[in-house]
């Protein structure tokens, strides 16, 4: 959503991306407001925890269906825990060519020479528009996370980055 992350600074010696705290904040604050609305809609009565609890336990021994309105902020958790990872710790990328090593807010993931391939996997949405992911593939199939959007030049543009920085390739999946 508003979570991107952008180039801080790129030169021959140094990339490094980085995640704003501001953006994550203005995320989690979407978040929060729309489940907030989502779970007033939902739950009659707030005036205690077993009150609430028997709530759903009513509405959905009643109507099965209700149960993935309530799961449903489940499958935001990975974004939540992100941004408030972000807000936390910060979220930096650090792409050190003169050691020719990547690191994850200052902590050393891999070298260079285990990189063995940048790559953007499309994720298929039937109802929006497709998204994509961006990963580093190091030391023998491991995976490291760096972004996702819907927009895919602004994720090739990364990727196209990061491979220069680590001298390799940039693998498209579907």
């Known amino acids: 959503m508003f979570n991107h992350i ?3 600074k790129r030169n021959r010696l140094e990339l490094i991306l ?3 705290k501001i953006k994550a904040v203005l995320e989690l604050c979407f978040y929060t407001t729309f489940f907030g609305f989502w779970y007033t809609a939902l739950i009659d009565d707030f005036s205690s925890f077993n009150t609430i609890k028997q709530d759903i336990i009513t509405k959905v021994s009643e109507q099965k269906m ?6 449903a902020p ?6 939540i825990l992100l941004n408030v990872n972000t807000i936390i710790s910060g979220n930096e990328y ?18 260079y020479h285990q990189v063995e391939n940048i790559q953007i996997r499309r994720i298929y949405n039937s109802e929006d528009s ?13 995976k490291f996370f760096i972004a996702e959007s819907s927009d895919s030049s602004y994720i ?17 999946k579907d």
């Open 18 to 20: 980085t995640r704003s």
């Open 94 to 111: 650090t792409f050190n060519s003169t050691r020719k090593k990547i690191y994850h807010n200052g902590k050393e993931v891999c070298h």
């Open 156 to 172: 090739k543009e990364i990727a196209a980055s990061i491979a220069d920085a680590c001298d390799t390739k940039v693998e498209y």
């Open 130 to 142: 497709d998204s994509y992911m961006l990963t580093i593939i190091y030391s023998g199939m491991k």
């Open 66 to 71: 209700l149960i993935v309105f309530f799961i």
């Open 6 to 8: 952008s180039i801080k």
């Open 74 to 79: 489940l499958f935001f958790a990975k974004r």
